[in-house]
Structures are given as C-alpha cells and as structure tokens.
C-alpha cells in the first residue's frame, strides 16, 4: 500500500522476438518498466500475449496500461514495405497490442507508451513512422537531447517545463501524426518526440525512455503522473 491506497496495477506488454531457428518466439519484460512502476507507486503485473478473447477480461483487471518498447512494426500496417535497418517485431505483437489499446481507451483506463509504445499508438490511430533515421539510434545513456513541450499539453501540465532532456535508444520516429492524436513534444530536428490523445483520460505515448532515467526529476513526474491516474481505475 501506499499511504491508505492500495497499488494500482499496471500492465506491461512483453516484448517479443523471433527465435533463432525461426520456429515460434521468445517474449519477455525488461526489468527496467516493472521496477519503475513499482518506484513509483504501482504494482507492475506482466500480460502474457495470450488469445484475442483475452483482452477485454486483462483491462478489466488492470488499472493502468503501459505499452513498452522493442523491435520495429511491419510497415505493412502504415501501407508501406520494409526498408533497409528494419528489425521486425512479430504480427502476434502488434496486434494484440492494438487490441489492447483499443479496450483500454474504450474502458477509460490509462495508458503509457514508451518508444515503440507511442509508435504502436501513432499507427493504431492512423498515423505513419519514418522507417529509418540514420545516425539517429543512440546508446541511452550515452547519448541525450532536449526536447520542446507544447504549452497546453497533458505532457506541459505534468512535467512542469517547456524544456526537459531525453534519452535516445530508438531509429524510427513517427512521421504523420495519427488522426485523434495531437503532437505534445518535438526535438531540435522537429522529430515528434510525443503524442497525446485528448479524448482519454490519460493517453500518452513519448519516444524516450522514462524507465531509464532514474534520478531525473522529468521521469519520476510522468511515471507518478501516470500511476496517479490509474488509482480507481480498475472497476
């Protein structure tokens, strides 16, 4: 418990890659979302990737979802073909995630997405991502840069600033914002480095890495902000 409150608690999508052999996948957590959630004031609880008939029985027992980071989309589900320096995650991924996207706002339940979890929110809601930045990827905790926040955002009213300084692990950016979905925080080079969606409660996607910056005052706000939002979500 926290203070009187019990722990909301956050679902965390796993992520998933193909076996080496080609034959089935590998899917798991980096430890990094869940002890974050749980820093900050929530119960992390991994979903496994199960059935589609799963999904409206997983938001309903959680509080709060959050969308983690991994390999690249197919394109397919923008109307383009891969390019050089793609990296797929697998279809059973992206699709699930979809679903889960979609029954999470339809329930009201808060959602977060890092990295691929903003893109996979940008091309649910229609949008399309630039499939390969060169020199872009960078190391995390090697390489940073600041990003500006618009003023009026859902980003702007919880970090508090119109500046604050990022990570960098990922090479594709969203590039058409999808329809519903309102850019909240671009880079110097005007790379959309968030998106938000007004029409939920909470729905909030940003392409860093909030998990990794322990000790920074900008992540701790959105990872408290966000948990905040997912107390007494759960019914």
Known sequence: MIGNKMRP???????????????????????????????????PMMIPILGMEAVPDIIGRIDGLLLSGGDDIHPRYYGEEPGENVGLSPDLRTDFEFALLKEAIAKGKPVLGICLGVQAMDVFFGGTLHQDVPGHKGKGEDIHHEVSVAD??????????????????????????????????????????????????????????????????SAERLFKAFISASINKGA
């Open 152 to 217: 009026g955002s859902l980003l702007k009213n919880i970090l508090g600033a119109g500046t604050v300084r990022v990570n960098s692990f990922h090479h594709q950016t969203i590039k058409d914002v999808g329809k519903g979905l309102v850019a909240s925080a671009v880079s110097p080079d005007g790379i959309v480095e968030a998106v938000e969606y007004p029409g939920g409660p909470f729905v909030l996607g940003v392409q860093w890495h909030p998990e990794r910056m322990q000790g920074d005052a």
């Open 9 to 43: 608690i956050i679902g965390i999508t796993q992520d998933m890659e193909y076996k080496a052999d080609g034959k089935g996948f590998w899917a798991y957590l980096d430890r990094h979302y869940a002890e974050a959630v749980y820093r900050f004031g929530g119960m």
